[in-house]
């Protein structure tokens, strides 16, 4: 059983931008990227902030502090470790920062796996299908699972940890995901290459971000919208103009792997017994949508019918009442407003 965390985090916004979720990207194939996993010499380029030559690099993308196991940051390292891809227990940067072709570590065939480890050996998450489907949708900050080794697992997808257990978690990947990025607009995620609210079509690529990003995992993809110049600094994970910053993130497309429904990991999981509940966060933690009659919090709608609406269309929204206060619920930017106060909070839906 898993539950997702649908919520996207308030920010500023430039001009729309946009870009193509199709990608001919320059990713090295699975031999070149095992390869550079045997390579013994470090890349100093890597190891000082960037390799221009990415997944084509002669040297290895690992931290050189890591092959004389010398490395003080540990776990929290945001370089690559030998054995093991880029450490995922932690990390102290609030900034999504997804690996790049030379930090993969192959999957044994399949699309992805999902594994955790408890200072024992990494071991695969049954039904990680789920994990994937809610981990490729931008506005997805974590997911809780029931079905591990070690009981209940919250994943936080931004840092790539486990929440209050000593354990890691990381994503093996095949080397042949296609990744998209996106940029929140007016509390949405919004996904270079997409259209605009006029239909123009915009310049910025996605495989162009994504080559640049392949390249330089810290450096940045500057372009121009409107005369205005725009940067998406990878390291922040931020695009950033002359007066506002938007946030960033960048999801795999979702592959469906043999076996495993699309829409019954991301709706229903039947597999797994499971069955969606809405959720606000108020100042005491989480609380499900219930009618509530005859109290001074009664609501008019219900987690049932959020649901309804969630199936229909999820990223429509509704209008309803708590007390005698309008209220805005926003199911594409998972969020709802006071229309009085004007006070927003985060929304989820969650697998219970």
């Known amino acids: 059983m898993a539950s997702a965390h649908n919520s996207d985090e308030e920010s500023t916004s430039e001009s729309e931008s946009d870009i193509s979720d199709k990608s001919d990207s320059d990713e090295p194939s699975d031999v070149e990227v095992e390869s550079q996993t045997n390579r013994k010499e470090p890349c100093k380029y890597y190891n000082s902030g960037g390799c221009r030559d990415g997944g084509r690099c002669k040297y290895s993308h690992v931290c050189k502090y890591a092959l004389e196991n010398k490395c003080k940051y540990g776990a929290n390292c945001k370089l690559n470790h030998p054995g093991g891809g880029r450490p995922s227990s932690g990390g102290s940067s609030r900034a999504s920062h997804p690996p790049t072709s030379g930090d993969l570590k192959l999957t044994d065939g399949r699309f992805f796996q999902w ?8 071991k ?17 900050k974590s997911i809780k699972i029931y079905n591990s080794p070690y009981g209940a697992v919250s994943i936080d997808f931004n840092r790539m940890r486990v929440y209050g257990k000593s354990l890691r978690v990381r994503r093996l990947d095949d080397g042949k995901t296609m990744w998209a990025w996106y940029c929140t607009l007016r509390r949405k995620w919004i996904k270079y290459g997409d259209k605009d609210s006029k239909g123009n079509q915009s310049p910025v690529k996605n495989a162009d971000i994504e080559r640049k990003f392949q390249s330089n995992p810290t450096g940045s993809f500057t372009f121009s919208i409107g005369g205005d110049s725009l940067e998406i600094k990878f390291r922040d994970m931020q695009q950033v103009g002359n007066k506002k910053k938007r946030k960033v993130t960048r999801r795999p497309l979702y592959r469906q792997q043999s076996g495993a429904s699309q829409a019954q990991s991301v709706f229903q999981n039947l597999s797994m017994g499971s069955k969606p509940q809405w959720e606000f966060e108020g100042k005491t933690g989480w609380h499900v949508f219930k009618h509530r009659k005859g109290t001074s919090s009664e609501c008019s709608i219900n ?16 209008m309803f009442k708590v007390g005698r206060d309008p209220y805005k619920l ?3 930017a998972m969020t709802q407003t006071n229309l009085t106060t004007k ?7 969650v697998l219970v």
């Open 115 to 122: 594994q955790l480890n408890d200072g024992k050996g990494w």
């Open 124 to 140: 695969d998450v049954s039904n990680d299908h789920v994990i994937e489907a809610q981990y490729a949708l931008p506005h997805t």
């Open 303 to 318: 987690s049932e019918d959020i649901e309804k609406k969630y199936k229909q269309n999820p990223r429509d929204t509704m």
């Open 330 to 332: 926003d199911l594409g």
């Open 343 to 349: 006070r927003t909070c985060n929304v989820r839906r």
